[in-house]
Every structure is written in C-alpha cells, then in structure tokens.
C-alpha cells in the first residue's frame, strides 16, 4: 500500500531525510521509530503528500504522490503531529467539513461522519467546539478527521505525544481497533508503545533507515542488549565473582549495590539464578532493565559500527 | 472549493467578524448618507440623484479601505498559526481551490455588506422622482470590483505571514499606496502621471461612480485581483516545496 523508494528530502543545504527506502503492505501496521529529529515526521509528511520528495518516489495505493497527488490523497488519512484544529468550529461541523473536502458523496457523508464520530468515541461532544475540549478529545478530533471516508492508508504522526498515561493508553486502544481493514503507519519515540500496536518496525536516526524488521526479529535481534540486575543477600563483589563464570554472561560489573549483567540471551535468567542458588545465597533481586530507544539506538547504530571499526584495525 | 468556501463562512459568523464588519459598514455608510444629504438640501441647486451617490461611493470606498483587510487578515495568516493548513494540503484539494474557496467566502461577505447599503436608495424614493437606476448599478458595481481587489491584495498577504496583524496592517498600507499614487501630481511628468493613474487603484472608481461602466476600469480591476489570486496560489506552492508552512 505504500512504497517509499529511496526518499530523500532537503531543505536546502539541511538532508532531513538521507535515501530512505521501506514499504508497508496492505492490512499490515508498522510503527515508525526514532529519536526527535530524526526524519519521521518529515517521511510522513512526504507521504502524506504536504510536500514533494526532492528525490526518490512514494507511492501510496499504487499511486505516485507527486505525479497524481489526488488520487493518492484521496486513500490516505492523515494525522498531523499535534492534531492542529479550528477552534471557532464544533465537532461535527469540522467533520462535516472535512467529508467535504475529502470528496466524500453528498449521500454518503452523514453515514461517514457518523461512523467516525462512533469510532473515535466523540458521539457525546458532537456539538461542542473543538477548542473548549480537553487535548485528549480534540487528539481524537484529529484521528476522527484521518479517519473519515474510510482511507486504506492510516498516515499517523505521534498521535500519542503531550497526552497524559490514561489519555496514551485510550488513544492507543483506538490505533489497535483500527488495524487489520486499514494499512496503519503511526510514528511514535517510544518503544513500548510501537511493541504493543505494532506488527512491524521502521528505524530511522539522522535521516536514514536503521532497521526494519518485526518485532520477533527486532527483538532477537536485540536479546542480548538487555541488561539484568541481580542483587543477593552477599556484598556484590563476591556476587560478580561468581556470576562472572556463568556460561552466557559476557559482562558483569558492580553497580549501585547491584550487580549488572550483560548477557548473551534470555535464556542466562536461568543459568544466573541456578548459579546463586548453588552458592546457598538467596536473591532479592532479578530483574531486566527495560529497553529504552535509547538502547536500541546504541545497539543498532553505535555497535555495529564500533565492530567495523574494530574489525578494520584486525582486533577481535 | 466549495468545502473550504462553507468553511469559511462559518468562520466569519461564529466569530462575529463578519456581523461586526457588516454592522460597523453599514452606521458609518449611513452617516456619510446623512452627511451628504444634509450637504445637498443645505446647498441646494445641485444634481440630487446624481452628485449625492457619487459622493457617496466615493465616501464608501475610503471606509472599504478600511474594513476589508480586516476580513482577510486571518485567511491564511490563521491556518499557518494553526497548523491547519498542513492537514488541508492533505486533502484532496488543490491550491487553486482552498485560495478561491476563501476569496469567494470573503466576497460573500462584501456582496452581503454591499447589499445592505441598498436600502438607502430605497429610503430616498418617497424623495425622488425616479431611482438613479444607471448610477446605482455602475456605482455598486464599481465598489464591488475594488472590493474584490482589495481582498485579492489582502489574501496574498496573509499567506505570507503567520500573524494576522501584520497582515492586516501591511494590506492596508499597500491599498493605501495604491491609492496615493497619483497625489503626486504636481512633482511628476506628464508620461509618468499618465502611468501612475492607469496603476491606480483608486481613480478607476470615478467613471463608475458618475454612472459609467467602462471596461478598461472593468479588466484592470478584474486583472488585479486575478494576478493577487495567481500570486497567492504560486506562493503557497513555493512555501510547499520548500517545506514551510
């Protein structure tokens, strides 16, 4: 449904987004992952059709973006960073100006924004103005509009970001009720997020592509970037001592009164807690650190190429 | 267009802006009425019919100036602030359309102010023996085709700023400019005068308000209106491609 074929977007001497190529399938949903910065909102934007690629071509539905623009508009729903609204107007009358403008049939659009107004939980607010409700309201204002005349191409850009925990996890309930009929792109900086919603992941840092993989595959990727901490009823040196020799630690260290164990896959849990059973000690703390983006990117990005670079001097 | 002209109707009722710029058109054109009325049956001996509506166009055309960059100010100037305008360029609408879709709302907005003041004419019947039917008709068409420039000037200039303003302020200034250009008379050549006054806004009211409709003065109004219009779609492509809002 959508294909991004080496996009690079400049403005001027600035390359916010360096020869990025990924697709989307149809039905499927992927979270676009990266720091702020990071191109995301930029890709999205070119997909969405607000500006042309300065090279490279998108197409949405099969259709180029820059050379049918309408056609490719016309089956994607679009989520802007933000959910800018026009506060002089109510709910229902912005939708009702939004079917219009999506060239919804005039028969059609009181079924559509029906349907969206249901869908996105605004049937009680229909008549309120956009700007008197709350940021958690008017960001499903903001889905409801990407939503109406039933796009294929769900184009969402953080539509979680400056909420409050129970507005994120509302929001993100309606991103998850959407998937399936719908192809689903949605940006978020947050790991456990894009894990929840979505099937696939793409990751971009500084204007290019880092990876892009499923979940599953992303996350054995990953196994043994996650750090765990142990901590016994010992002092933690001799701790490390022993848990140093476990088969599948690559590194231990002592670390605020814990030990921190960086090791090989998830499997080690078990080998770790045998180990300290063995020595008759009793541990009151195991746990796995919870993988930041932040990890991630040091993961994808900085190892490899410490490795290459360390392969290049022919050290191991 | 017709999304986006609905739109902006509703924008310049529900804020009030469109009742108040009406509402405030309508008492001071209605002073100038009285005025120049009370000028005339004072003075007595002159053309009625005819000099009283020339001065009164002519008096109303100096309120336009002031009333209509008000109506134009937030049409783009808003949208940029917003963000808005980013999720219109999403939509299947062209440039071509969201620009014209607000120039039509905002000349909705003259037609309906222009209209009111029709009631004059019909106050003064009782007075006269005939209504000044050809003076009535030049006239309003005249003050119409200003307006119409007036709004093309000032959409332009709103899609060039975020803040409404500036854009007020920069769309009255350039009208004004519009309308001085000939004051010069007295310092300038013949050839340059005779170019100044083809350029100028203001004079081309004055065949129109002696009850003339002239077509020079008809394509040079309809001109400068297309080349703001054409200028504002050209400036919101350019923004566009270069990624600003």
Redesign the interface.
């Known amino acids: 449904m959508i294909e991004v074929c080496n996009l690079t977007?400049r403005?001027?001497d600035f390359i916010?987004v360096d020869d990025v190529s990924f697709s989307v399938g149809s039905g499927e949903c992927v979270g676009f992952l990266g720091p702020n910065g990071a191109g995301k909102t930029?890709t999205m934007?070119v997909i969405?059709?607000?500006?042309?690629p300065t090279t490279g071509v998108v197409r949405v539905g099969g259709h180029d973006v820059r050379r049918e623009?309408?056609a490719a508009?016309?089956v994607?729903g679009?989520f802007?960073e933000?959910a800018?609204?026009?506060?002089?107007?109510s709910v229902q009358?912005y939708l009702a100006?939004?079917a219009?403008?999506?060239?919804v049939a005039r028969a059609d659009r009181a079924t559509h924004i029906e349907k969206a107004l249901a869908e996105c939980g605004l049937r009680e607010v229909r008549h309120r103005l956009v700007g008197k409700l709350s940021k958690g309201y008017r960001q499903r204002v903001g889905l409801s509009?990407a939503l109406l005349g039933d796009p294929e191409v769900l184009v969402l850009d953080e539509p979680t970001s400056g909420l409050d925990p129970g507005q994120v996890s509302e929001i993100r309930e309606l991103v998850k009720s959407l998937r399936g009929q719908r192809t689903i792109v949605f940006s978020s900086h947050i790991l456990s997020e894009v894990s929840q919603v979505a099937q696939r992941v793409v990751i971009v840092d500084r204007g290019r592509l880092v990876a892009e993989d499923s979940l599953e595959g992303l996350s054995g990727r990953l196994a043994g970037a996650v750090p765990l901490w142990v901590r016994a009823d010992v002092a933690p040196e001799a701790l490390r001592a022993v848990l140093v020799g476990v088969a599948g630690v690559e590194r231990a260290e002592v670390s605020d009164g814990r030990v921190r164990l960086v090791v090989r896959d998830e499997g080690v849990v078990e080998a770790v807690s045998r180990a300290v059973a063995e020595q008759d000690w009793l541990i009151l703390e195991l746990r796995r650190e919870a993988l930041s983006l932040e990890d991630i990117f040091l993961r994808l990005v900085r190892e490899p190429a410490q490795r290459s670079a360390r392969a290049a001097e022919g050290t191991p | 267009m017709n999304a986006v002209v609905r739109k902006e109707l509703v924008a310049y009722f529900s804020s009030l802006l469109a009742y108040v710029v009406i509402a405030l058109f309508l008492a001071v054109s209605g002073f100038y009425l009285y005025s120049n009325l009370s000028f005339f049956l004072l003075s007595g001996g002159f053309d009625l019919t005819r000099g009283l509506w020339q001065y009164q166009f002519l008096d109303m055309r100096q309120y336009m100036l002031t009333l209509l960059p008000l109506l134009t100010m937030r049409l783009f100037a808003e949208e940029r602030r917003l963000g808005t305008l980013e999720l219109l360029w999403t939509y299947p609408l062209r440039d071509v359309e969201i620009v014209l879709g607000k120039f039509v709302a905002a000349l909705l907005v003259l037609l309906l102010m222009l209209a009111g003041t029709l009631l004059y004419p019909l106050l003064l019947l009782p007075a006269e023996a005939a209504l000044p039917v050809e003076a009535l008709v030049a006239g309003y068409l005249g003050l119409f085709l200003l307006g119409a420039a007036f709004l093309a000037c000032g959409i332009l200039i709103s899609a060039l700023t975020e803040s409404q303003v500036l854009a007020a302020a920069v769309t009255y200034s350039v009208l004004l400019l519009f309308w001085v250009l000939t004051w010069n008379e007295a310092a300038v050549g013949a050839p340059v005068l005779w170019l100044l006054s083809q350029l100028s806004l203001f004079d081309r009211l004055y065949t129109f308000v002696r009850g003339g409709i002239d077509t020079a003065d008809v394509t040079y109004l309809v001109l400068f209106s297309a080349v703001f219009l054409v200028w504002t779609v050209q400036c919101l492509g350019s923004r566009r491609w270069r990624g600003v809002r």
């Open positions: 977007k403005f001027g916010a930029t934007r969405a059709g607000i500006f042309p623009p309408g508009r016309r994607l679009y802007p933000n800018p609204f026009y506060p002089e107007m009358g100006f939004v219009r403008a999506k060239r509009q």
